[in-house]
């Protein structure tokens, strides 16, 4: 087996549980920290004493150490509340008739919106994920996917999908979901990227970001455009907006307030971490975890495999692990707070 790795990043006890805990792809862990936040700003409203102006200085909160975490700037991101609200802005944009070329059982929320647009002409193709890059055309307008798959922990090949979008003028809209939090990625280097922060980042569901390249934010259409996304939200509250947001914050949705003060602190929390480490710990403990089962499959921190009738999960579930299951397939995933006694109770339950 692979070298044993340090005992969750030395961040275990950041958490109030994490042993046993394998399903960060399903839903990640609140730290401390989040969860005294969302308390603490529970008190304050249960009290009167809760005030938009908190709310807003969380948002700057996130919305920096997003950028951070994703190597974008600051004006490049907007906020929302789902994937799917994110990327219907994305679709709502394309023009009539447009292709749009997406991968084969891909998450619903990254092609679903794109499919809503068939009265307008629009077109979505799809391929499977290894054969994406070469199904890029010259007809193609965008072609969306999820940098790593949520039913089988695949990987995209980012590379060729950028260098078949360069090479045909086709935009890139990637799904960051699964991957931020414990997979480097550089956001920068897409069109556009949507991320839920509520799996490897860990933050309370119902906050989202888009990242937005400067040089397409005036073909883009703020569909969702309320008083949020004014330059001046708190003198936009009325009318239509005189003055939208100069950066991607014309594409804010207005925030679902309860969620944001646990976000910024566990988006603080990951932006502190050294994310090469721990991509590291992470791919390690899914290193030993294929290792033991047989996966051919290396460098992830996600790991799947064929079971049909749930058996699998429900020998993990029974064991006292918290696991999931998608199309078919059994899911674990590892994450900062998860060591290797996590690896062999699973590897034992399975009878491996």
């Known amino acids: 087996m692979p070298p044993t790795t340090s005992s969750a990043l030395a961040v275990h006890d950041r958490f109030a549980a994490g042993s046993g805990y394998l399903a960060a792809c399903t839903q990640g862990l609140p730290t401390r920290e989040t969860v005294a936040a969302t308390r603490t700003d529970l ?16 948002i700057d909160r996130s919305r920096d150490a997003f950028s951070r975490i994703a190597g974008v700037d600051v004006d490049a991101i907007a906020i929302g509340s789902q994937v799917s609200v994110l990327a219907s802005l994305a679709a709502g944009s394309a023009p009539d008739g447009a292709r749009v ?24 193709r799809e391929a499977p994920l290894a054969e994406l890059a070469d199904a890029v055309d010259d007809e193609t307008w965008l072609v969306a996917f ?21 090479r045909t003028g086709a935009l890139s809209f990637a799904d960051l979901t699964q991957a931020l939090g414990w997979l480097p990625v550089d956001a920068s280097r897409f069109d556009l990227t949507v991320t839920h922060a509520y799996k490897w980042l860990c933050a309370p569901r119902g906050s989202a970001f888009l990242t937005v390249r400067e040089g397409i934010r005036d073909a883009l259409l703020p569909l969702h455009a309320g008083w949020f996304a004014g330059e001046d939200p708190w003198a936009s509250c009325y009318g239509p907006l005189a003055a939208p947001a100069r950066s991607a914050r014309r594409f804010d949705v207005s925030p679902a307030w309860p969620v944001w003060p646990g976000t910024a602190a566990a988006l603080e929390f990951f932006a502190a971490l050294d994310l090469a480490a721990v991509h590291a710990h992470d791919t390690a403990l899914g290193d030993r975890f294929a290792e033991a089962l047989g996966l051919d499959a290396r460098g992830r921190a996600i790991h799947t495999w064929p079971d049909p009738d749930g058996a699998d999960l429900a020998a993990l579930t029974a064991a006292g692990l918290r696991a999931s299951g998608r199309a078919g397939r059994a899911r674990v995933a590892f994450h900062v707070w998860n060591t290797e006694d996590d690896v062999d109770r699973a590897v034992a339950a399975l009878g491996r």
Request: net charge negative; aromatic share 6%.
């Open 146 to 166: 999820s940098v790593v798959q949520s039913a089988t922990g695949e990987h995209a090949d980012i590379e060729a999908i950028l260098a078949a979008c360069a």
């Open 43 to 58: 008190e304050n409203w249960s009290s009167g004493e809760a005030s938009p102006l908190d709310y807003d200085a969380a």
């Open 101 to 124: 070329l997406c991968v084969e059982g891909d998450f619903a929320s990254v092609v679903a919106p794109f499919h809503a647009q068939a009265h307008r002409g629009v077109t979505v």
